[in-house]
């Protein structure tokens, strides 16, 4: 009996203990990842780019090249979740105030998954965290495919936090030891791409589908015109969403970019 009483009394500690957290995201994969891990309600503060939604009581001030104490302070978080390129003297002064700080890992292949790993162990989620890397882990590799991903100017290297989800189900990226390189046309002829994507900065989801306007772009570009991907015209655009963040969610556009490879009438593929 004594044994089951402290047994649900720790089980019961426990629950408060995560339902009392507070949590400050300067990270908007890091929020997102949060929402997977059930954590929404206790996010407190986040930035003005986080998914969340509109309704949600965190205010969305926090800014990681502009951050204030103060405010911070006022939020009374107990967990400061800031991205990996956020500046160390920032970290520092959060610390110094008496707060939990979580920088994410630095970026790699494989952050996404230590990413999610490492907010699971921060907000007592460790088995759905866990679940969430299985999923970005296990996909099954049908075929193999050069792409090439060009993102606001940038393009993804074989070291950006894309390249390990999506080379799990069937892309090989370029540029190896490189995460991101600014879009270069010599090169993308030299990489030689079997399909391009192209993905355009805006906040909400959309399709994976063909782009009649980026493939006229690249056929009037001599440098690159007869590249795979622009002589089988097979250049795809997408939005940016909340799907493409370096987060949990990326699982889903991996399953759309899996579903492309596997598609054979790619002039009539259009993602749900």
């Not at 979580?102 to 970026?107: A, I, N, R, T, Y």
């Not at 699971?120 to 882990?137: C, F, K, M, T, Y």
């Not at 010599?186 to 791409?193: C, D, Y």
């Not at 590249?227 to 889903?252: C, D, E, M, Q, Y």
Request: hydrophobic fraction near 40%; charge should be neutral; glycine fraction near 4%.
């Amino acid at each position: 009996m004594i044994r089951q009483f402290l047994f649900t009394l720790f089980c019961f500690s426990w629950a408060v203990a995560a339902d009392s957290m507070r949590i400050a995201s300067y990270s908007p994969g890091a929020t997102q990842t949060l929402i997977d891990l059930n954590c929404s309600a206790q996010i407190v503060a986040a930035t003005k780019w986080c998914p969340l939604p509109a309704h949600h009581s965190a205010s969305r001030d926090c800014d990681a090249f502009n951050p204030d104490l103060e405010k911070l302070l006022q939020k009374k978080p107990t967990l400061v979740i800031l991205p990996r390129l956020a500046n160390p003297l920032w970290a520092d002064r959060c610390r110094q105030a008496g707060l939990k700080v979580l920088v994410l890992s630095p970026e790699s292949k494989n952050s996404v998954c230590e990413d999610v790993r490492l907010i699971g162990e921060a907000v007592r989620q460790e088995n759905l965290a866990r679940d969430l890397i299985s999923r970005l882990e296990n996909t099954q590799r049908t075929s193999s495919k050069k792409l090439l991903v060009i993102w606001d100017g940038m393009m993804a290297g074989k070291n950006s936090y894309l390249a390990g989800p999506l080379e799990r189900v069937g892309y090989d990226l370029p540029y190896p030891d490189m995460t991101w390189i600014k879009c270069d046309w010599e090169m993308i002829a030299q990489f030689n791409p079997d399909i391009i994507l192209w993905i355009n900065n805006e906040p909400v989801d959309g399709p994976i589908d063909l782009s009649a306007d980026h493939l006229r772009d690249f056929e009037d570009l001599p440098a690159v015109r007869q590249v795979n991907a622009v002589k089988n015209k097979k250049i795809f655009s997408t939005n940016s969403g909340r799907n493409w963040l370096p987060s949990s969610s990326l699982f889903n556009a991996c399953s759309k970019m899996n579903k492309l490879i596997t598609t054979n009438d790619l002039e009539h593929y259009l993602t749900k």
